[in-house]
C-alpha cells in the first residue's frame, strides 16, 4: 500500500503534476532566448485584461455586493428574533459574510482569469505554437509536425472551440439544475464545476503541444484523462496561477510552457509505446 502510495504522490503522480509551471519558470531562467516567443502573447494578455478586468470586475463587484447584502439582510431577520442570550450570533454572523465575501471574490477572480485564458490562448496561439516546438526540440531534442494549410487550421481551432464549448454546456448545465438541491446537490455542483474548469484549463494548456499532432478533440480529453493524476494536479495549480489578476498576464504563457513539458515527458506513455 505504502508503495503504491509513494508511486501516485512521487515520480509522474499528483505532487510532480503540480510543479510544472515552476519547471517552466526555471527552463526560461536557463534559456533567456525563450523570452522572446513569449513577449507578444504577454502583450495581448495586457490588452484582454484590461478589457476584461475593467468590465467584469465592474458588474463582478456590484454582483458580489448584491448577493452580501440579500444575505446579510436575510440573516440579520433571522437573529432579531432569537432570545436575549443568544446575542452572541451576531458576531458568528459576522463572520460568515466575510467569509461569504471572500469566497464570491475568490470566484469572481476565477471566472475573470479563466475567460483571460481561453481569450490569451487563443489569440496568442502562433506565438505559443513557435514557443511549444522550442520547447519540444529543447526537451526531446526533436519536434514533430503535420502540416496543414491555413483553412484547414482556422477550421481546426474554430472546431475545438466549439466542442469545449459543448462540453462546457453538457457537463455544465447538470451541475448548475444540481445546485438548486440544497446540501449534497450544492457540494456535488461546487466540486463538479471546479472539475470541469481544471480539464478545461489542463487541455488549454497542453494543446499546443497536441494540436501539432493533429489530434482529435476526444483524444486529447483521454490523454487528460490517462495522465492522471498529474494532470489534475497541474490544472489545478494552472487555474490558481491564472487567477491572480496582474500575475496571470506572465503565468498564463508560462502555463503553455510547462504544458509542452508536462506532454514531452510522457509522450512514450501516452503514445502507447
Same mark, same amino acid.
Given at each position: 500500500?505504502?508503495?503504491?502510495? /509513494?508511486?501516485?504522490?512521487?515520480?509522474? $503522480?499528483?505532487?510532480? $503534476?503540480?510543479?510544472?509551471?515552476?519547471?517552466?519558470?526555471?527552463?526560461? %531562467?536557463?534559456? +533567456?532566448?525563450?523570452?522572446?516567443?513569449?513577449?507578444? +502573447?504577454?502583450?495581448?494578455?495586457?490588452?484582454?485584461? %484590461?478589457?476584461?478586468?475593467? #468590465?467584469?470586475?465592474?458588474?463582478?463587484?456590484?454582483? &458580489?455586493?448584491?448577493?452580501? $447584502?440579500?444575505?446579510?439582510?436575510?440573516?440579520?431577520?433571522?437573529?432579531?428574533? =432569537?432570545?436575549?442570550?443568544?446575542?452572541?450570533?451576531?458576531?458568528?454572523?459576522?463572520?460568515?459574510?466575510?467569509?461569504?465575501?471572500?469566497?464570491?471574490?475568490?470566484?469572481?477572480?476565477?471566472?475573470?482569469?479563466?475567460?483571460?485564458?481561453?481569450?490569451?490562448?487563443?489569440?496568442?496561439? !502562433?506565438?505559443?505554437?513557435q514557443l @511549444?516546438?522550442?520547447?519540444?526540440?529543447?526537451?526531446?531534442?526533436?519536434?514533430?509536425?503535420?502540416e496543414l494549410?491555413?483553412?484547414?487550421?482556422?477550421?481546426?481551432?474554430?472546431?475545438?472551440?466549439?466542442? /469545449?464549448?459543448?462540453?462546457?454546456?453538457?457537463?455544465? %448545465?447538470?451541475?448548475? =439544475? %444540481?445546485?438548486?438541491?440544497?446540501?449534497? #446537490?450544492?457540494?456535488? @455542483? @461546487?466540486?463538479?464545476?471546479?472539475?470541469?474548469?481544471t480539464t478545461?484549463?489542463?487541455?488549454?494548456?497542453?494543446?499546443?503541444?497536441?494540436?501539432?499532432?493533429?489530434? /482529435?478533440?476526444?483524444?486529447?480529453?483521454?490523454?487528460?484523462?490517462?495522465?492522471? +493524476?498529474?494532470? #489534475? @494536479?497541474?490544472?489545478?495549480?494552472?487555474?490558481?496561477?491564472?487567477?491572480? +489578476?496582474?500575475?496571470?498576464?506572465?503565468?498564463? !504563457?508560462?502555463? &503553455?510552457?510547462?504544458?509542452? =513539458?508536462?506532454?514531452?515527458?510522457?509522450?512514450? /506513455?501516452?503514445? $502507447?509505446?
Amino acid at each position: 500500500m505504502w508503495k503504491t502510495l /509513494k508511486r501516485t504522490l512521487g515520480g509522474f $503522480g499528483t505532487i510532480d $503534476g503540480a510543479t510544472y509551471p515552476f519547471k517552466a519558470l526555471m527552463t526560461f %531562467i536557463q534559456n +533567456p532566448r525563450l523570452i522572446q516567443y513569449i513577449v507578444m +502573447p504577454i502583450l495581448v494578455n495586457l490588452v484582454m485584461a %484590461i478589457a476584461l478586468y475593467s #468590465g467584469l470586475l465592474y458588474f463582478g463587484w456590484q454582483i &458580489v455586493d448584491g448577493v452580501q $447584502g440579500d444575505v446579510t439582510l436575510w440573516l440579520n431577520e433571522l437573529i432579531t428574533n =432569537l432570545p436575549q442570550w443568544l446575542g452572541f450570533l451576531t458576531y458568528l454572523v459576522s463572520g460568515l459574510i466575510v467569509i461569504l465575501r471572500f469566497l464570491l471574490v475568490v470566484i469572481l477572480f476565477i471566472a475573470t482569469g479563466f475567460l483571460l485564458t481561453q481569450f490569451g490562448v487563443l489569440l496568442g496561439a !502562433p506565438w505559443y505554437g513557435q514557443l @511549444s516546438e522550442q520547447l519540444e526540440q529543447y526537451r526531446t531534442g526533436k519536434v514533430e509536425l503535420i502540416e496543414l494549410n491555413i483553412v484547414s487550421d482556422l477550421g481546426r481551432a474554430i472546431l475545438y472551440e466549439l466542442k /469545449k464549448l459543448v462540453l462546457i454546456a453538457l457537463v455544465g %448545465i447538470p451541475l448548475l =439544475l %444540481i445546485n438548486f438541491f440544497p446540501g449534497v #446537490g450544492t457540494v456535488v @455542483s @461546487s466540486v463538479g464545476s471546479l472539475v470541469l474548469t481544471t480539464t478545461i484549463v489542463c487541455l488549454d494548456f497542453l494543446d499546443s503541444y497536441l494540436e501539432r499532432r493533429r489530434l /482529435k478533440f476526444r483524444q486529447k480529453l483521454g490523454i487528460v484523462f490517462r495522465s492522471l +493524476p498529474a494532470s #489534475g @494536479s497541474f490544472g489545478l495549480v494552472c487555474l490558481g496561477l491564472i487567477s491572480i +489578476p496582474l500575475l496571470n498576464l506572465i503565468t498564463i !504563457p508560462l502555463c &503553455v510552457a510547462s504544458g509542452t =513539458l508536462f506532454i514531452c515527458d510522457r509522450q512514450i /506513455k501516452l503514445s $502507447g509505446r
